[in-house]
Structure formats: structure tokens, C-alpha cells
């Protein structure tokens, strides 16, 4: 209720500071009847070359491919990371190096690489949560009681059974930690991707209300990237209350 309580206030005072006292300039900050007719258009003729739907299903893929594709590969390699020194010692290096590089400074690059397709989009957007990922996954490793492996191998478990009964389910909150970051990242890359040769998607929505100079259009697009990061997180939570039942019971 507080939080209902609050959108409604936010929409009250957006309400009276545009339309009722028409404190802000429309060009600066458009009227809420102004983003309903810029919704009512993208909705029904289009914009950018595409109705909403069809520029919100084209964000959702590349999200999606990239995230997924981060999953795969640096869930693994922290893991890794964490249980081996050796591996650590090889691939950290490289990893530090790597890492402070924005992923978007990865975009004429990857423009270069694979040109204005989706495929450029897709690497930046694993880039981005590609880090995350690895991190939290190591330090899950690290975090996982000492004890606890210690007893597992007093029981005669093999190293193998022990990364499957011990360390990877001790790992899996910090894991999940660092995919929530990753989604977010994500689609934070993915507008900023798409800002740049793109032909459909949500990013190519606010570059061209930009340039039309066209703010209800901006808000538009700025809900609906809001919306769709908001219900993939929350995909996202609904997985790991599935995987991680057991903490209820703690």
C-alpha cells in the first residue's frame, strides 16, 4: 500500500507541476496526456519503423541472448576461479585487465567486428554481464563453509561430489546476486547499444524521439525499457525462490 501510495503521488505532482500548474516547460517535460497520445501512436501506427510490441520483443531477444549467454560461460569460469588457485592464477590476469574497460567502449569495435547487426549488441550485453557473473560466482566459492567440505571428504565424497552437494548449492545465493546485477546491466547496455545502428528495439525508440525531439515519445520508451527490465528481474526472482527453496526453511 505505501508503494501504491507513492506511485500515485509521483503521478499526482508529475500531473500538477505539467498540466495543472504548467510549472515545466512541455519540451522539457512532457504532460502525462502527452506520453497517452505518443503511447496511443507507437501502439497503433508505429514508430522508428515498428509499433511497440514489435521494438519490445527485439529488446527482450537481445537481453536474453546475451544474458544467457553470460550465464553459461561466467557462472562456469567463477566457479571455477574459485575452487582452483591454479585456474585463478592463470585467468585472473587477464580478467583484471579486462575488466575495467567499459562494455561500451567495446561498441566501435564490436561495430567493426560484426557490423550494425544484432550480433555487435549481443557481445556488448555479454561484456556487461559477463563481470558480474564471474565475480559473484567466485566469491560464492570462496564464502562456502571450509568445515563443511572438509566434513564432506571426511565422508569419503569425491571432489566431484563435493562441488555438486556443497560448494555449487553454498555458492547459489551469491550466484543469483550476480546474475540480478547482470540482468540490470543488461538492459542498461543494451539502450546504450541500441542508441547506435540499430533498426528495431526500445534504444532505437529514444534515439529517434531524440532527434524529433519528441518527449512524450522519450517517456514512452523510457517506461517500457522500465517495464520490461522490471519483469524479467522479477522472472528472474521467481527462478531462485525456486532454486533456492531450501533457505525458507532456514
Not at 536474453?64 to 582452483?84: E, I, K, N
Not at 556443497?166 to 539502450?191: E, K, N
Request: proline share 5%; net charge positive.
Amino acid at each position: 500500500m505505501v508503494g501504491v501510495a507513492t506511485v500515485a503521488s509521483a503521478l499526482a505532482l508529475w500531473w500538477l507541476a505539467t498540466s495543472g500548474l504548467r510549472l515545466l516547460n512541455p519540451l522539457r517535460l512532457p504532460a502525462p496526456h502527452e506520453v497517452w497520445t505518443a503511447l496511443r501512436q507507437i501502439m497503433g501506427s508505429g514508430y522508428a519503423g515498428a509499433t511497440l510490441w514489435e521494438h519490445a520483443l527485439h529488446s527482450l531477444g537481445l537481453v536474453a541472448r546475451g544474458f544467457l549467454v553470460a550465464v553459461v560461460t561466467g557462472v562456469p569460469l567463477g566457479l571455477l576461479m574459485g575452487w582452483s588457485r591454479r585456474a585463478e592464477a592463470l585467468i585472473n590476469p587477464i580478467f583484471l585487465l579486462l575488466r575495467p574497460i567499459p562494455a561500451l567502449a567495446w561498441i566501435p569495435l564490436a561495430i567493426v567486428w560484426f557490423g550494425l547487426g544484432d550480433t555487435g549488441k549481443v557481445f556488448v550485453i555479454w561484456l556487461t554481464a559477463f563481470v558480474p557473473s564471474v565475480i559473484n560466482s567466485f566469491t560464492g566459492v570462496r564464502n562456502v563453509d571450509t568445515v563443511l567440505i572438509a566434513a564432506a571428504r571426511t565422508q569419503g565424497a569425491s571432489t566431484a561430489q563435493v562441488l555438486r552437494h556443497v560448494v555449487i548449492p553454498g555458492s547459489m545465493p551469491m550466484i543469483f546476486t550476480g546474475l540480478r546485477l547482470s540482468l540490470q546491466a543488461s538492459w542498461t547496455t543494451l539502450v546504450a547499444a541500441e542508441l547506435v545502428g540499430a533498426f528495431f528495439g526500445l534504444g532505437r525508440v529514444l534515439n529517434i524521439a531524440g532527434q524529433d525531439i519528441f518527449p512524450g515519445m522519450i517517456l514512452v520508451g523510457m517506461a517500457a525499457v522500465a517495464i520490461c527490465g522490471a519483469g524479467s528481474t522479477w522472472l528472474l526472482g521467481r527462478l531462485e525462490r525456486r532454486v533456492l527453496n531450501w533457505r525458507a526453511a532456514v
